[in-house]
């Protein structure tokens, strides 16, 4: 018996990632912490599994004084956050036109309101076939379809042709085309584009949109400060500017992975258009759907930010231990993808951030098979992924051989 509308029958379960990481907790309460490889969370944890938390993020937030942190947000969030999640999410690399933004919890809010606000119902969202699977649930949950394409051709390149093709045969249907693209740092892949991938990305959406139909890019940087060098890989901003008004991008910025506020929620929707009309427009319907969802967000977490980026000292001190931390994940990245590359595993190609994935046929059965090592990674739609960034150095030594091992069993 169900008593729920039927628009919402049959949705619900444990998430896949959590319940994984539910059993690797469980294995390491039977056998011992050390003797377990819990590749599954994706958040940054130390040599002894600990959350990596930035101290001085940490000092901000003590500063707070309790009566500000208890008061009401605006809704689109205070200036001085939106000013700060603007500056850094595109430092020195912000694009020319019209720029605003309206404070989201996390960068999943800015996700819900971009597909549920640019698309109609029975609309399909568009994403690589590699995807974060929180994608494909909020579409559902939005009244949206979801479709992708092939993520790399037959030489590991970024897929341009296949994107143009489902990018034209959508746009054959519906008015609207919402484009969902994570980088750099993608996960579950860990590859960034290049310059050249994103001016073809931005070839094939310009020729696109001489139809006259309109195109949403939404750029997901979730892991932009774990990318490698902050600069560097901000020169993409760059290339938004002077973009036709009926392509608008939207930066999903978040605080989560940058200042290791997880459990804060608090993040930015960034709009960038060559169009004034567009950007007011963007502004006034996100609040607005603010409104009618959540409301408001966390205030406290949004002075942090704020404090942040008026202070030069504490700014600094920010990105030094952002780098720290960067360097530590790279070191665990680098070890087992030379591992990988000794013993023969296939891999997507990895660039830099929390996450690699193996390619498969059969994930499942390569990560039951893992479990039998005590090795505990996600099987997503067409391989398995595994959080870098939660496993320490000791412990990845040795272990692409052992899921090399696994993945011998099902894909040979």
């Given at each position: 018996m169900s008593v729920l509308?039927?628009?919402?029958?049959?949705?619900?379960g444990p998430d896949k990632i959590f319940r994984i990481s539910g059993m690797a907790k469980a294995r390491a309460a039977e056998v011992g912490k050390e003797n377990i490889i819990n590749a599954t969370t994706g958040a940054f944890l130390d040599a002894n599994g600990q959350l990596i938390t930035m101290k001085t993020v940490e000092e901000v937030v003590?500063?707070?004084?309790?009566?500000?942190?208890?008061?009401?947000?605006?809704?689109?969030?205070?200036?001085?956050?939106?000013?700060?999640?603007?500056?850094?999410?595109?430092?020195?690399?912000?694009?020319?036109?019209?720029?605003?933004?309206?404070?989201t919890p996390g960068g999943t809010g800015g996700l819900h309101h971009s597909i549920y606000n640019y698309l109609e119902p029975g609309d399909t969202v568009l994403t690589m076939d590699r995807y974060w699977a929180a994608y494909k649930s909020i579409c559902r949950e939005c009244g949206r379809g979801f479709d992708t394409f092939v993520s790399f051709d037959e030489n590991n390149k970024f897929n341009l042709p296949a994107l143009k093709e489902k990018v034209e045969e959508l746009l054959a249907k519906q008015d609207n085309l919402l484009y969902i693209l994570n980088t750099p740092a993608h996960n579950p892949t860990g590859y960034s584009l290049s310059e050249e991938d994103m001016d073809g990305v931005l070839d094939v959406l310009k020729e696109a949109a001489k139809g006259g139909k309109n195109i949403i890019l939404f750029l997901d940087v979730a892991y932009i400060d774990y990318a490698g060098e902050k600069e560097e890989v901000r020169k993409i901003f760059k290339k938004l500017s002077g973009l036709p008004a009926n392509i608008l991008t939207i930066v999903g910025y978040s605080m989560?992975?940058?200042?290791?506020?997880?459990?804060?929620?608090?993040?930015?929707m960034i709009g960038v258009s060559s169009s004034e009309e567009v950007i007011k427009e963007f502004a006034d319907i996100n609040q607005y759907t603010s409104r009618a969802t959540w409301s408001n967000i966390n205030r406290p977490a949004m002075r942090t930010l704020a404090t942040i980026y008026n202070d030069a000292e504490l700014l600094a001190a920010v990105c030094k231990e952002r780098d720290d931390y960067y360097q530590m994940i790279k070191a665990r990245a680098d070890i087992f993808t030379q591992e990988a590359k000794e013993c023969g595993l296939p891999?997507?190609?990895?660039?830099?951030?929390?996450?690699?994935?193996?390619?498969?046929?059969?994930?499942?059965?390569?990560?039951?098979?893992?479990?039998?090592?005590?090795?505990?990674?996600?099987?997503?739609?067409?391989?398995?992924?595994?959080?870098?960034?939660?496993?320490?150095?000791?412990?990845?030594?040795?272990?692409a051989a052992k899921v090399m091992a696994a993945w011998k069993a099902f894909e040979e």
């Amino acid at each position: 018996m169900s008593v729920l509308a039927k628009h919402t029958q049959g949705k619900g379960g444990p998430d896949k990632i959590f319940r994984i990481s539910g059993m690797a907790k469980a294995r390491a309460a039977e056998v011992g912490k050390e003797n377990i490889i819990n590749a599954t969370t994706g958040a940054f944890l130390d040599a002894n599994g600990q959350l990596i938390t930035m101290k001085t993020v940490e000092e901000v937030v003590k500063t707070i004084p309790f009566r500000d942190s208890a008061e009401y947000a605006p809704i689109e969030g205070t200036k001085g956050f939106v000013n700060a999640a603007i500056d850094g999410a595109f430092r020195e690399y912000r694009p020319n036109g019209f720029i605003d933004g309206v404070a989201t919890p996390g960068g999943t809010g800015g996700l819900h309101h971009s597909i549920y606000n640019y698309l109609e119902p029975g609309d399909t969202v568009l994403t690589m076939d590699r995807y974060w699977a929180a994608y494909k649930s909020i579409c559902r949950e939005c009244g949206r379809g979801f479709d992708t394409f092939v993520s790399f051709d037959e030489n590991n390149k970024f897929n341009l042709p296949a994107l143009k093709e489902k990018v034209e045969e959508l746009l054959a249907k519906q008015d609207n085309l919402l484009y969902i693209l994570n980088t750099p740092a993608h996960n579950p892949t860990g590859y960034s584009l290049s310059e050249e991938d994103m001016d073809g990305v931005l070839d094939v959406l310009k020729e696109a949109a001489k139809g006259g139909k309109n195109i949403i890019l939404f750029l997901d940087v979730a892991y932009i400060d774990y990318a490698g060098e902050k600069e560097e890989v901000r020169k993409i901003f760059k290339k938004l500017s002077g973009l036709p008004a009926n392509i608008l991008t939207i930066v999903g910025y978040s605080m989560s992975k940058g200042f290791t506020l997880y459990g804060q929620r608090t993040g930015a929707m960034i709009g960038v258009s060559s169009s004034e009309e567009v950007i007011k427009e963007f502004a006034d319907i996100n609040q607005y759907t603010s409104r009618a969802t959540w409301s408001n967000i966390n205030r406290p977490a949004m002075r942090t930010l704020a404090t942040i980026y008026n202070d030069a000292e504490l700014l600094a001190a920010v990105c030094k231990e952002r780098d720290d931390y960067y360097q530590m994940i790279k070191a665990r990245a680098d070890i087992f993808t030379q591992e990988a590359k000794e013993c023969g595993l296939p891999m997507l190609p990895y660039v830099a951030g929390f996450f690699l994935s193996i390619p498969a046929k059969n994930p499942d059965a390569i990560c039951e098979k893992l479990h039998e090592e005590n090795i505990f990674a996600v099987p997503l739609a067409a391989g398995v992924r595994i959080a870098v960034c939660a496993v320490p150095v000791r412990k990845i030594k040795g272990m692409a051989a052992k899921v090399m091992a696994a993945w011998k069993a099902f894909e040979e």
